[in-house]
């Protein structure tokens, strides 16, 4: 009998592998919300790596035709410039992300990039260009380092180290006894919220993509925290054009261009200050963050 359990073990604990492994990628895929298969076209071309600028252009989407997301949406980020989205739950901000990373084909309009239309490029080079930092990253269930160097596989030691350290994250793996060979993930060490988004920017920088997608964490995080995220996401930022998705107004304070998206139209666009001057939509959620922020400081 002892015979038979050995291989029998062996294969339950096979079968949980690969079943957690199947589990993460459905979590990653699920996380971006993909749905349909878009195809390559016949004569799709690369794009070209270097400076990229992105344009949405009067942009119409529906995930079902019964009901519109979003409505004429215009707007561009010039090469290397930040534009921040905010608006409130369901306005379709993440949208504006899966259309960008192509999950879906707009139904009027065009997205661009360098003035190409993104359905006449080969996804491979698309997604290569671009480097999402998720709401919730997925960790694998394996050690930190595997978990940072998926953003490259091909990364050198120095360099999967060179990440963690930009992304602030080498105090951190100092202090763990395992170091970088510490187990993250399901069955593994839980990162906090911080943490596990420092591992997404390691991972994006290291990928060193030239269009970059923060969809910032819709948790709760103290103050420190979001001070040292707003610091590491600029940092990433640099020199890449990026997009952000913001939930948190003090994120988006130093973006080149704000997008107040109300149901999928954009009700105002300028600067921070700008926009506070105009004493509308985007002021009101000013005043009423700060509000909320006084109150957790004095509840602190
Ligand atoms: P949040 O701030 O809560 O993340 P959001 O502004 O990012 O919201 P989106 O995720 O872009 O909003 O969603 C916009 C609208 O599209 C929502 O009403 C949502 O219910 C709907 N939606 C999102 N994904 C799908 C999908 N796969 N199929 C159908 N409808 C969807």
Known sequence: LIQLYIPLNFLGVLYREIRQALTDIERMFGLMGTHREVADAPDARALARGPASVRFDQVRFAYEPSRQILHDVDFAIPAGKTVAVVGHSGSGKSTLARLLFRFYDVQGGAVRINDQDIRGLTQDSLRAAIGIVPQDTVLFNDTLFYNIQYGRPDA?????????????????????????????????????????????????????????????????????????????????????????????????????????????????????????????????????????????????
């Open 156 to 300: 050198s030691k120095e360099e999967v180290e060179a990440a963690a350290s930009a992304a602030q994250l080498d105090d951190f793996i100092a202090r763990l006894p395992d170091g970088w060979n510490t187990r993250v993930g399901e069955r593994g060490l839980k990162l906090s919220g911080g943490e596990k988004q420092r591992v997404a920017i390691a991972r994006t920088l290291l990928k060193n993509p030239d269009i970059l997608i923060f969809d910032e964490a819709t948790s709760a995080l103290d103050s420190k925290t979001e001070k040292a995220i707003q610091a590491q996401l600029e940092a990433a930022a640099r020199g890449r054009t990026t997009l952000v998705i913001a939930h948190r107004l003090s994120t988006v304070m130093n973006a080149d261009e704000i997008i107040v998206l109300d149901q999928g139209r954009i009700l105002e666009r300028g600067g921070h200050g700008e926009l506070l001057a105009k004493a509308g939509a985007y002021a009101q959620m000013w005043a009423l963050q700060q509000e909320e922020r006084e109150a957790e400081e004095e509840a602190a």
